[in-house]
């Protein structure tokens, strides 16, 4: 789960340098991906980041079966290649 803000600048970053990398869209084609949109940040936004203990984008989690697997949890901005560790490492 990828926590995503139209203000954010570091989720631009990750948007533009990681998700559109050739090798992490073929890394991702049998995963789930979801993105939260928490732009407007108002109290619905606030309450979900606070369920997954986020305080604010760019935040990404990665589950199994349903599962956080936390250890591979990334807050801020990462490289394409660092991030294909902790995908490979999830799944």
């Known amino acids: 789960m990828d926590f995503y803000a139209d203000w954010c600048i570091s989720c ?3 948007e533009r340098f990681v998700f ?4 992490v869209v073929s890394e991702m084609k049998n995963v ?3 993105q939260a949109d928490v732009t407007a940040n108002d109290a ?3 309450a979900l980041m606070a369920r997954f203990n986020i305080i604010g984008p760019p935040g990404i ?3 199994k079966d349903g599962v956080e697997n936390r250890s591979q949890r990334i807050v801020g901005e990462i490289n394409a290649q660092d991030f294909l560790k902790h995908l ?3 799944k």
Do not use: G, M
């Open 88 to 90: 490979n490492n999830s």
């Open 61 to 63: 989690l990665f589950f």
């Open 12 to 14: 631009k970053e990750l």
């Open 20 to 23: 559109s990398n050739v090798t």
């Open 44 to 46: 619905t936004d606030k």
């Open 32 to 34: 789930i991906a979801l």
